[in-house]
């Protein structure tokens, strides 16, 4: 099964940008925009070219000086069928393939434009933190994914910049992240660490994979 990838796209208006895809499935690892009603947009628009899109938010997707969650909602609630909110799912099984995921962010992750624009922020994203990574370890716990998708990598840029390229085969499983823009068509194993293959695409341009 082909898969392509995205994230970071930033987008101000919906038809930006045109995906072309090559694979069925469409992975979006957060930072689609900071406007919700772009996010529905684009991501309804470009969802009729795939099977299914899976997504989790990304750190833009929280600016919002009145109430973050329920922007996040009303994403959540707008968007077609076949599009996967990470965040408020357990997991989802796509063929034999079984995928979960969240934001993965914590406090220590904001940046001055997030505390800028995200209403009473420390607060919000520490209560933020303490679910989407408990709920996503018990996850890959209980589920033994073999794909996760977060918008914030679980290593550091350090230990990224170890990863070496490789062949996307014989991974027990492989994680998906955004929020570091010099990592597009990226992926690779760590030197120790060698059952996980690490994949990053933050391009509007697709990245494929195949499981």
């Given at each position: 099964m082909?898969?392509?990838?995205?994230?970071?796209?930033?987008?101000?208006?919906s038809?930006?940008i045109?995906?072309?895809?090559?694979?069925?499935?469409?992975?979006?690892?957060?930072?689609?925009?900071?406007?919700?009603?772009?996010?529905?947009?684009?991501?309804?628009?470009?969802?009729?070219?795939?099977?299914?899109?899976?997504?989790?938010?990304?750190?833009?997707?929280?600016?919002?000086?009145?109430?973050?969650?329920?922007?996040?909602?009303?994403?959540?609630?707008?968007?077609?069928?076949?599009?996967?909110?990470?965040?408020f799912?357990?997991?989802?099984?796509?063929?034999?393939?079984?995928?979960?995921g969240?934001?993965?962010?914590?406090?220590?992750?904001?940046?001055?434009?997030?505390?800028?624009?995200?209403?009473?922020?420390?607060t919000?994203?520490?209560?933020?933190?303490?679910?989407?990574?408990?709920t996503?370890?018990?996850?890959?716990?209980?589920?033994n994914p073999?794909?996760?998708?977060?918008?914030?990598?679980?290593?550091?840029?350090?230990?990224?910049?170890?990863?070496?390229?490789?062949?996307?085969?014989?991974?027990?499983?492989?994680?998906?992240?955004g929020?570091y823009?010099?990592f597009?068509?990226?992926?690779g194993?760590?030197?120790?660490?060698?059952?996980?293959?690490?994949?990053?695409?933050a391009s509007?341009?697709?990245?494929?994979?195949e499981?």
């Open positions: 082909k898969i392509d990838v995205i994230s970071d796209i930033h987008i101000e208006e038809n930006e045109d995906i072309k895809p090559e694979g069925r499935i469409l992975i979006v690892a957060g930072d689609v925009s900071q406007d919700a009603d772009v996010v529905v947009e684009f991501l309804n628009k470009t969802a009729q070219k795939y099977e299914a899109v899976i997504y989790t938010f990304g750190n833009i997707e929280l600016w919002d000086r009145k109430d973050p969650y329920k922007k996040l909602l009303r994403i959540k609630e707008n968007l077609n069928r076949n599009i996967f909110v990470l965040d799912l357990k997991g989802i099984k796509i063929k034999t393939v079984t995928v979960t969240s934001i993965y962010i914590s406090p220590e992750n904001l940046t001055n434009h997030d505390r800028e624009n995200i209403v009473d922020a420390n919000f994203v520490k209560k933020l933190s303490r679910y989407s990574r408990t996503l370890h018990r996850q890959i716990k209980e589920l073999q794909i996760i998708v977060t918008h914030y990598p679980p290593v550091s840029v350090s230990t990224l910049k170890k990863i070496t390229n490789c062949q996307e085969i014989n991974f027990k499983r492989i994680w998906i992240f929020h823009h010099q597009k068509s990226f992926k194993t760590h030197p120790i660490i060698k059952d996980i293959l690490y994949v990053s695409n509007n341009k697709v990245m494929t994979i499981i």
